[in-house]
């Protein structure tokens, strides 16, 4: 079986400074693995993605993700928040079932001015 | 042009009702998604369509019916719901999916707001 693990329920930083949302994750096999964003009452925003390659995979808004295989992490991050980016943040991975997505609980990120 | 759009935003309906939620795009995906979500949790995926088949129904109650008319529309057909139907439903798209496999990311609509009174 395969599973995301968002360890913090809530992830508050003030403006300006560094964000890092974490996520663990376990399944068989190479992991794909998705990051999301979704503002209040609206639907998941793709963000990025790691399939192979490069650790460091760059995406939407100056978000960035580090994936790490010893770790079996694919933490989000970014160099300097803004109070726009408060949102509910999901990381996703598809394992080994075709393009279904395992979705992590959900972080919420609160930036404040 | 990397939209899904979504009718209604909002529905109410009672527990007696049919009513469809309307799910459309326009980038030449083949696979599209219904997913179920609760406030402040993850969506819960309910229906997969593969190239306008449907390939996973994720054990969802029959009073849920979904339906892909062409490859761009995909319908959700709903009767008899129960108040804890209450949620936002999502539809989604991506270019491959389901079965078929592929590791494409997702596009989500805005999604609609179901209440069931």
């Known amino acids: 079986a395969q599973s995301v693990a968002q360890p913090e329920d809530q992830v508050n930083v003030a403006e300006g400074n560094p964000l890092t949302v974490k996520c663990t994750y376990s399944?068989?096999?190479?992991?794909?693995l998705f990051w999301y964003v979704q503002y209040p009452n609206r639907g998941l925003q793709f963000l990025l993605k790691y399939i192979t390659g490069d650790n460091l995979v760059k995406g939407s808004y100056g978000f960035e993700a580090e994936f790490n295989k010893s770790q079996t992490s694919f933490h989000l991050k970014k160099p300097s928040a803004l109070v726009s980016d408060s949102a509910l943040y999901f990381c996703?991975?598809?394992?080994?079932?075709?393009?279904?997505?395992?979705f992590g609980g959900g972080t919420r990120l609160m930036v404040k001015p | 042009d990397t939209e899904v759009t979504q009718t209604p935003k909002h529905l109410v309906m009672g527990m007696t009702n049919k009513k469809s939620l309307k799910c459309e795009q326009h980038m030449g995906h083949r696979a599209m998604y219904w997913y179920k979500q609760k406030a402040k949790k993850p969506p819960e995926l309910m229906f997969v369509?593969?190239?306008?088949?449907?390939?996973i129904n994720e054990s969802v109650p029959s009073r849920f019916s979904p339906e892909c008319p062409n490859s761009s529309l995909l319908n959700l057909h709903l009767h008899a719901l129960q108040p804890e139907d209450s949620a936002l439903y999502l539809c989604a798209s991506s270019q491959e999916g389901g079965e078929s496999g592929g590791f494409y990311e997702q596009y989500f609509g805005p999604g609609t707001r179901l209440t069931v009174t």
């Open positions: 996703a991975l598809i394992g080994n079932a075709g393009n279904m997505l395992t």
């Open positions: 369509y593969s190239y306008e088949k449907l390939s």
């Open positions: 399944v068989s096999g190479n992991p794909y």
